[in-house]
């Protein structure tokens, strides 16, 4: 009788990361400097052109070097008090993008499906990956969000669907009886984000209604940020609104200690700061509106800025000068703006609003060079 002599199994040489890692495309974050290293004037970030609110600034100042409160029991309460929440059902995260992260690992996983819109914030893409489960991509409505479309993607496997609104990196806005739609459309076993990073710039008669869907249903987490109006993008620190399970899930997952105590003395002051935050809105609307009048007359040369409710604009460019090409000659000119090819928008520029004169500048050049184009 011989005997059988089982194969060694393969000799393994280093870690391997799960398939669904290795799919991940890494997040590229706005650049600040030209190709040749030099430091731009950067519109790639959607960073709040007037700083910091001084009454944050000088909160750091005393802020304690210590472990921070876990909870941000102050904090969360100060949003509560401003959203009419309960402050029992927000959390707090290390920017809005952890909470986006662990939304997508606390609901789901290998075998389940997370669904976002076509054009759609890139970091939805890498939450679904990250915890194993298959991203969906719902195709666009002229570069914003087609809720029939994205509905006729929902399946038995959907866990999460993701919305922007205003949308990043397109601007696009659903108004309150679309966000109601979709979510009366969904099963109530999906949880529905609406991301909120540029909700401070929507007018308060435009609201989309998402804090009374979150307060009236178990599967609505609304998600917000202090990285864009407040001028805080480099203390990270984002929060959501949602059901207690919902915030019992994010509870359970989020870091001990995601936000620094500096971070929360700092918070606590710009939400208080409304002169600030009214200066800040009335300059982007009107700086917006100027530069979507001076792109828009360009029309015939092929641009087409698209209507934005956020604090950017994504300019397409549809005619002889090609956003690459625009790219490059706004670097000449000292700035530095989003290219976008690696989520299918090779076509189009995202735009942050700057300064009055740094926007007057870039109108400037980009009319110098459709004119050159011919």
């Not at 030209?34 to 007037?50: F, H, R, T, V, Y």
């Not at 991301?195 to 178990?218: I, M, R, S, T």
């Not at 982007?284 to 604090?311: C, K, M």
Request: glycine share 8%.
């Amino acid at each position: 009788m011989t005997e059988t002599v089982n194969a060694e199994p393969a000799a393994r040489t280093a870690p391997t990361p799960k398939p669904w890692i290795e799919a991940i495309h890494a997040y590229v974050p706005g650049k600040s400097k030209g190709k040749d290293g030099q430091p731009l004037i950067k519109l790639s970030a959607n960073e709040n052109p007037l700083g910091t609110s001084p009454a944050a600034l000088a909160a750091r100042a005393q802020a304690p070097a210590l472990y921070p409160d876990p909870d941000s029991t102050a904090l969360r309460a100060a949003i509560a008090h401003k959203h009419g929440l309960d402050a029992a059902r927000v959390v707090m995260g290390t920017g809005s993008d952890e909470i986006l992260h662990i939304i997508a690992q606390g609901y789901a996983g290998p075998g389940d499906e997370v669904i976002y819109v076509r054009y759609g914030f890139a970091v939805y893409d890498i939450a679904a990956r990250r915890c194993g489960a298959t991203p969906v991509v719902a195709p666009d409505l002229d570069y914003g969000t087609d809720i029939d479309a994205l509905l006729a993607l929902v399946t038995e496997k959907t866990r999460v669907v993701f919305v922007a609104n205003p949308n990043n990196p397109t601007g696009s806005y659903l108004p309150k009886g679309e966000i109601t739609r979709l979510h009366a459309a969904l099963p109530a076993d999906v949880v529905l984000v609406i991301d909120q990073a540029y909700g401070e710039y929507v007018a308060a008669e435009d609201e989309d209604g998402a804090f009374a869907l979150a307060a009236a249903h178990d599967n609505v987490l609304v998600t917000r940020t202090f990285s864009k109006i407040f001028g805080l993008a480099g203390e990270r620190i984002g929060w959501a609104t949602g059901a207690p399970g919902l915030i019992d899930t994010l509870n359970r997952i989020r870091g001990p200690f995601n936000v620094s105590a500096t971070g929360q003395a700092m918070a606590l002051a710009a939400l208080s700061d409304e002169a600030f935050i009214e200066a800040a809105r009335i300059h982007n609307r009107d700086e917006r509106a100027r530069f979507v009048e001076r792109l828009t007359a360009l029309g015939n040369h092929g641009l087409r800025p698209l209507p934005s409710q956020a604090n950017f604009v994504l300019v397409l460019f549809e005619g002889k000068l090609t956003a690459e090409a625009a790219l490059e000659g706004l670097a000449d000119a000292g700035y530095i703006v989003r290219w976008l090819p690696g989520q299918g928008l090779p076509q189009a520029l995202r735009i942050t609003i700057g300064k009055t004169h740094d926007m007057e500048a870039i109108a400037d050049a980009l009319t110098r060079m459709v004119e050159q184009q011919g």
